[in-house]
C-alpha cells in the first residue's frame, strides 16, 4: 500500500472493526447487574439521541381517530389499482384516508380529490362501523375538504402547530384507505414551504405553484394514505398526506395544518374559502436593513413595491415600510400573506408600520383575490 502509512493503516482498521457489531465473542458487551443479581446488556447508544425508539405507542394511540373514505359504489382508479399487477381501471370502494378532527363539532378532513370522486360518501371508523358523510366545505386551492359526519362522540385528533416543525423532523403519516387496517410510514420533513409560502400569497392567485407551500417529507405518501393525518412525535397532527403519484422517488407533499386552520372556519360554515388580496409585496427584514431603519429587531414585512390597481395603492402604504402588525397581531414577510388572504373582504383593518424611526397606524382595506 503505496505513499499510505503504517499507522494510518492501523487507526482505519481499527476504526471500522469498532463500527461493526462484535459476534465472535473476542470483546463481551457492557452489562449491568440488576436488583436481581442478573447480568444483562446495557442498551447501546444510538447514532441520533432524539431519534424515537419506534412509533408503536403512537400509532395505537392515534388510530381511533383516522378513517377511511368510501364510495356507495365502486369509483375507478382508486387506491385498490395502485398494488402491483392491477390495472389503473381497478374499480372499488374504497377512496383513500380521513380523519376526525373538533371545530363546534366532530368533522373529518380529507383531500378534495377524494371527496370529490364520488357523490355519496360513506367512513368507516376505527371500530368498523360505517356511517353516512357529506362534503360540506371544500378548498380547491389546497386541495382539501371537510366532511360531516352525524356521530356523536367521536375520538378527534390534537391538531398542532406546523409553524413549529423543523427540516430534519420525524414525522409519521396514517392511512387507512379500505377500514381495515390502520398503516404507518414514517420519515424526515426535507422541506417547510414557509418562504414559498410567503412569496406565492403576493400576487393575485396560487395555480400549480400551491405544493410550493406545502410540507415536503420522505415518508412514502401515495393514494392510500393520501387525506391521512400526519403527525409529529408528540402524537399531534402537523399537517395531512396529500398524494400527487405513487411511482417511488416521487415527491411527497403534506398539507401544513396551519394553513387548514386558517380556513375550517370558512368550511364549516360557508363551504368554500374566499380569499383577500393587499398587492404589498414584501421581503424579510434582515439585520443589517433593521440597522438602516432604526427598527429595534428584525421582525416585520418590509415592503419593497406597490401593485398599481391594488388595495394597497388605495391605501397610505408605501414601498420602504415595514409593516409589524396585522390587526394587532405580529407579522412577516412568510405570515402576512396568509393574514390578508384570511381577512374579511372589505372589511377595513388597522396594521403598525415602521416608517421614518416610528411607528404609526394605517388603515387599510383588503378585497377579493381574483380567480
Request: glycine share 10%; net charge neutral; proline share 8%.
Amino acid at each position: 500500500m503505496r505513499g499510505i502509512s503504517l499507522p494510518l493503516v492501523l487507526g482505519a482498521t481499527a476504526a471500522l472493526c469498532a463500527c461493526r457489531e462484535r459476534t465472535d465473542g473476542d470483546s463481551p458487551r457492557p452489562t449491568t447487574t440488576g436488583s436481581a443479581g442478573v447480568s444483562r446488556p446495557t442498551e447501546q447508544p444510538r447514532m441520533y439521541a432524539a431519534a424515537p425508539g419506534s412509533f408503536v405507542d403512537l400509532v395505537a394511540t392515534a388510530r381511533r381517530g383516522v378513517v377511511a373514505v368510501r364510495a356507495a359504489t365502486p369509483v375507478k382508479s382508486g387506491p385498490a389499482a395502485m398494488f402491483p399487477g392491477a390495472p389503473e381501471t381497478t374499480a372499488d370502494v374504497g377512496l383513500g384516508t380521513g380523519f376526525l378532527i373538533e371545530a363546534r363539532g366532530t368533522y373529518v378532513v380529507t383531500t378534495y380529490k377524494i371527496a370529490s370522486a364520488s357523490p355519496e360518501l360513506r367512513v368507516v371508523l376505527d371500530d368498523t362501523t360505517e356511517v353516512p358523510a357529506k362534503m360540506i366545505g371544500r378548498d380547491v386551492d389546497l386541495d382539501v375538504a371537510l366532511l360531516s359526519v352525524d356521530r356523536p362522540r367521536l375520538p378527534s385528533l390534537a391538531l398542532g402547530d406546523s409553524n413549529d416543525v423543523k427540516i430534519g423532523e420525524w414525522i409519521v403519516v396514517l392511512g387507512n384507505p379500505f377500514g381495515e387496517e390502520v398503516t404507518a410510514s414514517a420519515g424526515l420533513v426535507s422541506s417547510s414551504g414557509r418562504e414559498a409560502a410567503g412569496s406565492l400569497l403576493q400576487d393575485r392567485g396560487m395555480a400549480y405553484r400551491t405544493f410550493r407551500l406545502f410540507l415536503q417529507t420522505d415518508a412514502r405518501i401515495h393514494r392510500g394514505n393520501s387525506g391521512g393525518p400526519v403527525l409529529d412525535t408528540a402524537g399531534q397532527v402537523v399537517g395531512m398526506a396529500v398524494a400527487t403519484g405513487d411511482r417511488p422517488g416521487e415527491l411527497s407533499f403534506i398539507l401544513p395544518i396551519n394553513r387548514f386552520k386558517e380556513i375550517v372556519g370558512q368550511l364549516r360554515d360557508s363551504g368554500q374559502v374566499a380569499r383577500s388580496w393587499l398587492g404589498a409585496k414584501v421581503k424579510p427584514v434582515t439585520t443589517e436593513l433593521a440597522q438602516q431603519l432604526g427598527l429595534p429587531g428584525t421582525a416585520g414585512a418590509y415592503i419593497t413595491e406597490i401593485v398599481p390597481g391594488s388595495p394597497a395603492i388605495r391605501s397610505a402604504l408605501r414601498p420602504g415600510d415595514v409593516i409589524l402588525r396585522w390587526n394587532s397581531q405580529p407579522v412577516d414577510n412568510r405570515t402576512l400573506p396568509w393574514s390578508v388572504a384570511s381577512a374579511p373582504a372589505g372589511q377595513a383593518v388597522a396594521i403598525a408600520v415602521w416608517r421614518s424611526g416610528a411607528e404609526i397606524q394605517i388603515p387599510v382595506v383588503p378585497e377579493r383575490m381574483p380567480q
